[in-house]
């Protein structure tokens, strides 16, 4: 359960930007700001969001620091000033992840779920509020909930690579291993076709571990 959690919240924190619904929200009509994103497409924002720019940017940085009181209360304030959390990130709902993130390694379960739903509520196409929510499900021993959660996952973002090892190591830690050696393996060949072995070198050798220790126990 500890490679998990430690997987899993390691994930969320340094998650890829390349996902979400980009401004999709009603304030979308009264846009009249654009940046550029780092794939070259113009991104446009309210007022608001990039208002709220400057608490969100604090917040993310205090829960890389680990401060994560400190880090709540920089979220609540940029989500006071955009209620969309996007808060020029150019994915709405981020900011409620964050949060519920933040609430996660306190461990108030309530406020994290809370939170998660809130982001998944706003934009489904953001992953980092269903490995959160699955992670909270799984402290609490809720793991067929945790399974359903990554399963939403990969029905809305099925080529992110990571509710693949999730769910592998899910499997392994209740003993499936047959249906952990195959979320392993669709792991590695979803890193392989988006030519990102290299940048998750760590993580793929620790599932290339992983699989070699489930193949020995099926074996027998």
């Not at 969320?12 to 930007?17: G, H, P, T, V």
């Not at 669709?186 to 988006?194: A, D, N």
């Amino acid at each position: 359960m500890r490679i998990i959690l430690t997987t899993i919240l390691t994930s969320i924190l340094f998650a890829s930007n390349i996902y979400g619904q980009i401004t999709d929200s009603t304030e979308v009509k009264q846009i009249i700001y654009t940046s550029n994103s780092n794939k070259g497409k113009m991104i446009m924002f309210t007022k608001q969001q990039l208002k709220a720019k400057p608490d969100y940017d604090k917040g993310y940085s205090l829960v890389g620091n680990h401060k994560f009181d400190k880090a709540i209360k920089s979220l609540k304030r940029a989500i006071k000033i955009d209620s969309s959390g996007n808060c020029g990130t150019g994915k709405n709902g981020i900011a409620y992840s964050e949060l519920g993130y933040a609430y996660t390694r306190l461990g108030d379960f309530g406020n994290a779920l809370f939170y998660l739903d809130k982001a998944l509520e706003i934009n489904k196409l953001i992953p980092e509020p269903y490995l959160g929510k699955s992670v909270v499900q799984m402290q609490q021993g809720k793991n067929k909930s945790a399974l359903q959660t990554l399963d939403s996952l990969i029905k809305y973002i099925p080529e992110y690579a990571m509710a693949y090892v999730q769910k592998g190591f899910l499997y392994k830690s209740t003993k499936k291993h047959e249906l952990a050696l195959r979320y392993f393996n669709k792991y590695l060949e979803i890193i392989k076709e988006q030519n990102q072995e290299q940048n998750s070198k760590a993580l793929v050798e620790k599932v290339k571990k992983q699989i070699k220790e489930l193949e020995k126990k099926i074996e027998r």
